[in-house]
């Protein structure tokens, strides 16, 4: 499985950005995905996780509120809407595939990242 996150860029404090990834060369609709973020120096962290059907999601508090995942299953593509960003939240952002389960610890593939800058 082939996952190609898009959607990153620059954005002023309290902007939002919708964050997409593309899956390919696999059963897209069988597996949960995640989004996770990074910073240079630090460990990478949950974001958070939607169902193979899209019927659950599952945030880390750090964005519960002001993040939200879809997925199309139609498009292969899972979603990342952040809202109310903060300064905080710049980071490299990934996604990731899981086979069986969801949540933060199950994935199996994982997408090259994308950087979101948040500007105070």
């Known amino acids: 499985v082939q996952l190609q996150a898009s959607g990153g860029g620059l954005v002023q404090a309290g902007g939002s950005l919708r964050l997409s990834c593309r899956a390919s060369?696999?059963?897209?609709?069988?597996?949960?995905m995640g989004w996770f973020r990074q910073v240079p120096g630090k460990d990478r962290e949950f974001v958070g996780a939607?169902?193979?059907?899209?019927?659950?999601?599952f945030y880390a508090d750090s964005v519960k509120g002001r993040f939200a995942i879809s997925r199309d299953n139609a498009k292969n593509t899972v979603y990342l809407q952040m809202n109310s960003l903060k300064p905080e939240d710049t980071a490299v952002y990934y996604c990731?595939?899981?086979?069986?389960?969801?949540?933060?610890?199950?994935?199996?593939?994982w997408g090259q990242g994308t950087q979101v800058t948040v500007s105070s």
């Open positions: 060369g696999g059963t897209f609709s069988s597996y949960s």
């Open positions: 990731a595939a899981a086979r069986t389960g969801w949540g933060p610890n199950v994935y199996d593939y």
């Open positions: 939607i169902s193979w059907s899209g019927g659950s999601t």
